[in-house]
């Protein structure tokens, strides 16, 4: 990537898997980047839903990324995603689709919307029911935990084509990059791998790529809010 690239900023937060999907894209890209972290809550200058950062996202979640290079401003994870592969992938040969036929494209697109309407949010209600909400609602969390379990057994299925290799033949795309930190946070939801061998297979291969591994470290290495 050519070196005259400012670098872009990401806005993150230490515990959500969001961010990290962005982070690894930028590693993957072999794009400069400076990461800003934020804080959950409504702190005026720290946190996600004060003054400071709505300018920036007036939904008040991160990820969002800021590019000094286009001016562009985007949030949302897939939205982030698909800017950064617009822009810094345009013929698609580190994250986009494989194959370019029609059926390939399809493929890609609906791998990325199940995570990011229904693995990414049934995770994340199992997630509030179990840890957050604060009176003990059981038949939400079953409900939720239910439709997580369910997710999860149609991504082994789906990753049993490559023998856990990639989520679509042909190798990582950006797909990947969006299932990687939910699955990871698997065991959060209280969600075993054992009866998912595939998905623990191909987590752990994605954890052993160094462009997650710089994803992750970079985050966890940047400076507090
Ligand atoms: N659909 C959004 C979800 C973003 C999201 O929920 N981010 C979490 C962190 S992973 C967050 O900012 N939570 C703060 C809050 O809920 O106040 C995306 O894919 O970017």
Known sequence: ????????TLHAHATGPNPIKIAAALEFLKLPYTIKMWEFGDDPEKGVKGAAFLKINENGR????????TGV????????????????DKDGKVLGPKGKGEQDIVDFEKWEYFLLT????????????RHYNPVQNDDALKRYLEQTERCYSILEGQLKKTG?????????????????????QHSYAQ???DPYPTVKKWLEKMDSLKEIQEAYRKIKEAPKP
């Open 118 to 129: 229904t693995l990414g949010p049934m995770t994340g209600q199992a997630n509030w029911y």
């Open 1 to 8: 990537m050519a070196s005259d690239i400012k670098p872009l």
């Open 164 to 184: 856990g290799d990639s989520i679509l033949p042909g190798g990582i795309t950006a797909v990947d990059l969006h299932f990687e930190p939910w699955v990871r």
């Open 191 to 193: 969600v075993s791998l």
């Open 73 to 88: 401003v985007a949030w949302e994870s897939g939205a982030c995603m698909n800017y950064l592969r617009r822009v810094y």
């Open 62 to 69: 991160v990820p969002a990324l800021e590019d000094p290079n």
